[in-house]
């Protein structure tokens, strides 16, 4: 039995006093509709008091998760906490439940069909609108608890808790099964190779967190998966699925050729970016990529280079159109981000502008 000393005690002590210190909270509680309009006000100007930050993994619940989620709110179950942080502008950072709300948003906008119901199947086929004016008073004034920690916290503090309250759930697990599951030549190319470009790592940064849980890999992956599959994507199938079966394809039929193609295509998409995009490939100095704006940047410029590659030695002026309502539109949707129409909408935007522009 290891003896533990005054001092080392006086020690733990202070620590945990210093700690404690910086995570600085409260607790408030909102109904849905008001923490729905919180969300969707002044969305479009990316303006809203409550966000999703950059670094949040895109709307990935499907439809069932979805319907699950809304029965359990009308049947009276307790629901999980929101936990966001409050930025310096009073604006609130959703660190976790940017599904729940999303989902909250959708059902109340008419965008979200119920299904796969078993407690409530006659609910199954309803939208919102479709329930009674009493039942939609109920559902819109159902209360939700929400923890906030005040501006003083730091990043690091943000990081912490948000890893803490993910650890253990299906948070970003995709890449870490396919590593065992996939296994073969492509899957190598990527984790080996491609994942660990140092200029990659350099113009995607992200926190340790992110990284250990295999977020390059999956970037890398999304890169090769949408810009081998453009312009048709499957529908319905789900980002995800899509991925799984295109590295087990890719296992299978990949070649010399195709590597060595594929790693001039990854490296002149990162060289241009390296040169024309201010941040790489993130939105602002926040260290944190969207995939999807990943997904946007690195497929677009690689068609683009395709149809000119004299591109890839002039400069090209893309901030003003980065920043553009339309842009943002197709990379911040308020849920669906991944169907086929929205993935070719960004794309097309990207590599339409840079073709048009390097023109003018």
């Not at 670094?55 to 049947?75: N, P």
């Not at 919102?128 to 939609?136: A, G, H, V």
């Amino acid at each position: 039995m290891t003896i533990i000393n005054a001092e080392i005690i006086a020690k733990s002590e202070a620590q945990i006093n210093l700690e404690q210190k910086s995570v600085d909270y409260d607790t408030r509680e909102f109904t849905i509709e008001i923490i729905v309009n919180k969300y969707e006000k002044d969305f479009e100007s990316n303006q809203n008091e409550l966000f999703v930050p950059d670094y949040q993994r895109e709307f990935v619940w499907d439809e069932e998760r979805q319907s699950k989620f809304i029965e359990s709110i009308i049947l009276g179950l307790p629901i999980p906490l929101i936990f966001v942080a409050e930025n310096n502008d009073g604006r609130l950072e959703i660190v976790d439940g940017s599904q729940r709300i999303r989902t909250l948003q959708a059902f109340l906008n008419n965008a979200l069909t119920l299904t796969g119901l078993e407690k409530l199947n006659t609910l199954n086929n309803f939208t919102f609108q479709n329930l009674t004016t009493p039942r939609q008073r109920k559902f819109r004034n159902t209360p939700m608890r929400m923890i906030v920690l005040s501006d003083n916290a730091t990043d690091e503090v943000k990081n912490d808790m948000f890893e803490r309250i993910n650890r253990g759930s299906d948070l970003l697990k995709d890449m870490e099964s396919r590593k065992g599951i996939y296994r073969g030549p492509f899957n190598d190319f990527v984790y080996n190779i491609c994942a660990t470009n140092q200029k990659l790592k350099t113009l995607a940064p992200m926190n340790k967190f992110l990284i250990k849980r295999q977020e390059h890999e999956e970037l890398v992956l999304r890169f090769f998966y949408l810009s081998e599959s453009y312009p048709t994507f499957p529908r319905f199938v789900g980002i995800a699925k899509s991925l799984d079966e295109y590295m087990k394809r890719k296992n299978l039929e990949f070649s010399d050729a195709d590597k060595q193609n594929k790693l001039d295509e990854l490296d002149n998409v990162l060289s241009f970016v390296e040169q024309n995009f201010e941040y790489g490939f993130a939105k602002t100095q926040n260290p944190q990529v969207s995939r999807v704006y990943f997904e946007a940047l690195s497929v677009g410029v690689l068609l683009a280079l395709k149809e000119k590659p004299e591109l890839i030695r002039k400069k090209v002026e893309v901030n003003s159109w980065l920043k553009s309502k339309e842009f943002n539109e197709t990379v911040s949707g308020k849920y669906h981000t991944h169907t086929p129409n929205r993935i070719k909408q960004r794309i097309n935007f990207v590599k339409d502008h840079l073709l048009i522009g390097s023109s003018i």
